[in-house]
């Protein structure tokens, strides 16, 4: 049994200009110990994805499918065990320490709440737990009496992270967790988690846009368009070989330092993500995609297989459009870069 | 800091178009109620402390650091909104604040936030011509606006007029704030994270449009990023800031590819690739400018001295205790390291 399954997911907001569809139809697995990376663009529904596994979505929010997290049914869980598992299973990291920080509370006492309000220990025994976990995550215990204010960004990130830890969970949702740290904070923080999903044996959802720090840190990659993946599989595969090429645009943003193809040569896509509310017709991908040919508007692709452990949601897989049953044969010049590698 | 005469003269002998000449820029610490009331004194964060950097014209010079090195200050310097107690700017040979009004004509600035660069109650029409209307340019300003819009990539420029930002995504966004640049033909662009509020996919076009914009109009740009991809992507060269001063500077090729300093080596070190994460990873936080230390400024996080490397090359003492200025390694190759006159590298 996986530790965390998601079937079927659909969210939905409800806002004043109508419902807005944010997630459609995502499905994920995750064994314990592993590493998931879930990358895309603002607006994509990565960070939904994590609300929705704890139910943390704003009230008035439609969602449906299934979330099974050690074979518990989050969805249609009762209040009361949702907030068990909460911090005990499962526990999330968002962006922002600034701000999912309480700013007039010392950060001893906001690590030890959820372990005395889970009842694992005492209020001094907590305090005690709470000085381990910092100094786990790197800082000093005499940190317990600080701030939030009188932590530098990468120490309140560090400090998040061990409240995370706090009721020793499962799973770790990592929400953009170093985006708007330093490169070199971000590098120690990246190395920190990698360290402590390693040693505690986490699974983690690690949520990013960056997907050059996905590669480093995860077991597997999925990329998500418009409210869907569009493309899953072993992190480094997919990264170095994307088989969508929403996949390959979004890898040309992170150009390798002496990789001479990138040298005075950005490469972009035209236009910018869809609105979740008014998506394109067939694959949401086709206004911008550059292979894009005949059927692309009116076919909706789902993920076909490209290899063993790895699906693609585009017509240009091999065997794609048998599968969608459209007569239309893909271009010759427009050939996924997988395919080309596999045949070579 | 003396300008050394190798990058004094282009290799054409043409004049750069800016010459930065070590400037100094520091900036009143924060102080307390009390610790003012008992008359302690604020501690003063010496943001920029002797830079001096030349531009030539039609380059694009990517100015890299952490946050807080300063390179944002001195693009400010540059832009004539902050102004240095010590050192010169040279704009084509006079100093900036002589005729400041002219040169933020020809100097034009494009921030990082483009959500915040506009005026929300503002149409895109107004938004760009609004620098014609301040510099009083004469002539045709619905054509020169219409001009500027299809420059930044906005076509056809009619459509854009009577949007409002937020009926525009933060690519478009991002093309209006730059069309309100080159309304007013500017022969220098200074653009300070020009992509890093941008979503991945939309950032090579905006990049691309930089790069097209120095060759279709000749235009010099001086870009300040904290990200050394952007700077392999564009840059033809690349200056590296670490606590206020330029620590290498030098042909893009040769700083990413065959960095001199340790600081360089190390910021390249933490760019994510595969694998990256077992490389050393300089600890603690990026550093103070109101306690910049002495000798080389960066040697209490350098790992050529925490290795114990520099005491073995007879150069630790050096490190410690004496500053120093940018030494030429290879012709317009600079770095501000001890390794660097005997010949080693970081």
């Known amino acids: 049994m996986s530790l965390l399954s998601v079937r079927g997911l659909h969210v939905t907001y409800t806002t004043q200009a109508g419902a807005v569809p944010a997630v459609r139809g995502i499905d994920i697995e995750l064994d314990r110990g592993q590493v998931l990376g879930l990358a895309g663009e603002s607006g994509c529904g990565k960070s939904t994805i994590a609300g929705a596994i704890l139910r943390l979505l704003p009230a008035g929010t439609q969602v449906s499918g299934e979330v099974m997290l ?95 830890l706090a009721c020793n969970p499962s799973l770790i949702i990592a929400d953009e967790p170093t ?80 990789d001479q193809r990138f040298r005075r040569n950005p490469s972009g896509l035209p236009g910018d993500p869809p609105y979740p509310a008014d998506l394109p017709s067939g694959c949401t991908f086709h206004p911008r995609c550059p292979d894009v040919f005949g059927p692309c508007p009116d076919v909706d692709p789902r993920l076909y297989d490209v290899s063993p452990g790895r699906r693609a949601a585009c017509l240009l897989v091999e065997g794609a459009l048998a599968a969608a049953g459209v007569t239309a044969a893909a271009p010759e010049t427009a050939r996924s870069d997988a395919t080309a590698e596999e045949e070579a | 800091m003396e300008t050394e005469p190798a990058t004094r003269e282009s290799a054409e002998g043409a004049r750069p178009i800016l010459e930065v000449r ?65 050192g010169e700017i040279l704009y084509e040979g ?42 009083r340019v004469h002539g045709d300003e619905r054509a020169q606006v219409a001009k500027a819009l299809a420059s930044a990539g906005m076509r056809p420029p009619e459509r854009f007029f009577l949007n409002y930002p937020h009926e525009l995504s933060g690519g478009q ?89 340790p600081y360089t080596r190390a910021l390249l070190d933490v760019v994510p690739e595969v694998g990256g994460l077992e490389r050393p990873i300089l600890q603690g936080e990026p550093p103070d400018p109101t306690k910049i230390p002495l000798g080389c400024r960066f040697h209490p996080r350098c790992p050529v001295v925490a290795s114990g490397r520099a005491a073995e090359l007879g150069i630790e003492t050096k490190c410690r205790g004496e500053d120093l200025n940018l030494v030429e390694d290879k012709p317009g190759h600079f770095a501000a390291c001890h390794l660097t006159p005997i010949g080693e590298q970081p």
């Open chain 1, 70 to 164: 050690e074979g518990d049914d989050v969805l249609g869980m009762r209040a009361r065990r949702l907030r068990a598992i909460r911090w005990t299973e499962a526990s999330i990291v968002f962006q922002g320490a600034m701000h999912a920080l309480n700013p007039v509370q010392r950060i001893g006492e906001q690590i030890a709440e959820p372990i005395i309000l889970h009842g694992q220990a005492g209020e001094r025994e907590a305090v005690v737990r709470a000085g381990a976990l910092l100094e786990q995550v790197g800082l000093p215990p005499r940190r317990l009496k600080d701030y939030p204010h009188e932590l530098s960004g990468g120490q309140r990130q560090r400090a998040m992270i061990a409240m995370a």
């Open chain 1, 179 to 258: 985006t708007a740290l330093d490169v070199m904070v971000q590098a120690q923080v990246l190395r920190l988690l990698k360290e402590l999903q390693r040693d505690l044996g986490l699974a983690m959802i690690f949520i990013t846009h960056d997907l050059s720090v996905l590669v480093e840190t995860c077991d597997r990659l999925a990329i998500m368009y418009a409210g869907r993946i569009i493309e899953e599989g072993p992190a480094e595969v997919v990264f170095h070989q994307p088989a969508h090429p929403y996949t390959r645009a979004l890898a040309a943003a992170f150009p390798e330092i002496g």
């Open chain 2, 22 to 86: 070590d400037i100094h820029v520091s900036f009143a610490g924060r102080l307390g109620l009390g610790a003012g009331l008992i008359g302690r004194k604020a501690s003063l964060a010496r943001a920029v402390d002797g830079v001096s950097l030349e531009l030539q014209k039609g380059e694009i010079l990517a100015l890299a650091g952490e946050s807080g090195c300063g390179k944002t200050t001195t693009a400010r310097a540059v832009m004539g909104l902050e102004r240095p107690q010590r």
């Open chain 2, 94 to 135: 006079e100093p900036i604040w002589k005729r400041l009004r002219a040169y933020r004509r020809k100097v034009q600035m494009v921030f990082q936030d483009p959500t915040g660069a506009l005026n929300p109650r503002q149409t895109i029409y107004e938004s760009v011509a609004e620098g014609l209307r301040i510099h």
């Open chain 2, 173 to 261: 966004r991002q093309r209006v704030v730059i069309a309100g640049a080159l309304v007013l033909e500017p022969h220098m662009i200074v653009a300070d994270e020009p992509v890093s509020n941008l979503d991945a996919s939309v950032r090579g076009e905006i990049l691309a449009l930089l790069m097209e914009l120095r060759q279709r109009l000749g235009l010099t740009i001086l870009v300040v990023t904290h990200d050394l991809g952007l700077a392999w992507t564009i840059a033809d060269r690349v200056a590296v800031m670490y606590l206020g001063r330029i620590v290498e500077i030098g042909p893009a090729d040769e700083v990413l590819q065959r960095p001199k300093h």
